[in-house]
């Protein structure tokens, strides 16, 4: 399962199973924001980082 994350400058997000959910906390850490129409809008600099889930022992 892939996993997302939002990185600035200076500030990295935590891992989220959903895209969504890494979008909904991105304001958090000054990555973006949702507009008045659920769509993201993300910064200048901000980088999305995957991964592949680790699996749990």
Same mark, same amino acid.
Do not use: C, H, N
């Given at each position: 399962? $892939?996993? /997302? #994350?939002?990185? $600035? @400058? !200076?500030?990295? =997000? !935590?891992? /989220?199973?959903? *895209? &969504?959910?890494?979008?909904? /906390?991105? @304001? #958090?850490? +000054?990555? +973006?924001? *949702?507009?008045? !129409? +659920? #769509?993201?809008?993300? /910064? #200048? =600099? $901000?980088? *999305? @980082? !995957?991964?592949?889930?680790? *699996? &749990?022992?």
């Amino acid at each position: 399962m $892939t996993q /997302y #994350r939002f990185v $600035t @400058e !200076k500030r990295q =997000g !935590k891992w /989220y199973d959903r *895209l &969504s959910q890494a979008q909904a /906390y991105a @304001e #958090r850490i +000054g990555a +973006g924001f *949702l507009d008045a !129409k +659920g #769509r993201f809008v993300a /910064y #200048r =600099g $901000t980088i *999305l @980082e !995957k991964r592949e889930k680790p *699996l &749990s022992a």
